[in-house]
C-alpha cells in the first residue's frame, strides 16, 4: 500500500494493528538492529511499541530510511503492517537524493 505521507502511513499501520488514536501518547520508537536490513548509510530500522485496544503490546516495524536489500534493490521508506505489509510512503526529497547518491 502507497501512501503520500509518512504520518498518513503511521496512522494505517496503527490502525491495522489496533492502536486507537487516544494510545498515541504510549507510544514508545527504539532502534532495530536485528532486522539486517539497514538503511542506504547503515541507518538501523525501528520497532514502535504501542498499546493496543486489548491493552496488549503492538509491535510495529518502521524502515525510515529505506533499505537495501542484497542484490543492491532500494526499498523505499516504510511501516509494516501485522502480516508485515508494506505501508510506503515517499520520502522527503532530501531522503530520496540521500538514498540515490549511495546506491549509485
Wanted: charged share 25%; glycine share 6%.
Amino acid at each position: 500500500m502507497d501512501f503520500a505521507s509518512e504520518p498518513e502511513a503511521l496512522q494505517e499501520a496503527l490502525r491495522q494493528h489496533n492502536v486507537p488514536n487516544e494510545n498515541m501518547d504510549l507510544i514508545e520508537r527504539v532502534p532495530d538492529y536485528d532486522q539486517g536490513l539497514v538503511g542506504p548509510k547503515g541507518e538501523p530500522a525501528e520497532k514502535i511499541y504501542a498499546l493496543d485496544v486489548d491493552g496488549n503490546i503492538a509491535e510495529i516495524k518502521h524502515h525510515a530510511n529505506g533499505h537495501l536489500y542484497p542484490d543492491n534493490t532500494y526499498e523505499t521508506p516504510h511501516y509494516h503492517g501485522p502480516k508485515k505489509v508494506h505501508l510506503n510512503y515517499r520520502p522527503s526529497l532530501i531522503t530520496w537524493a540521500y538514498s540515490f547518491l549511495t546506491v549509485v
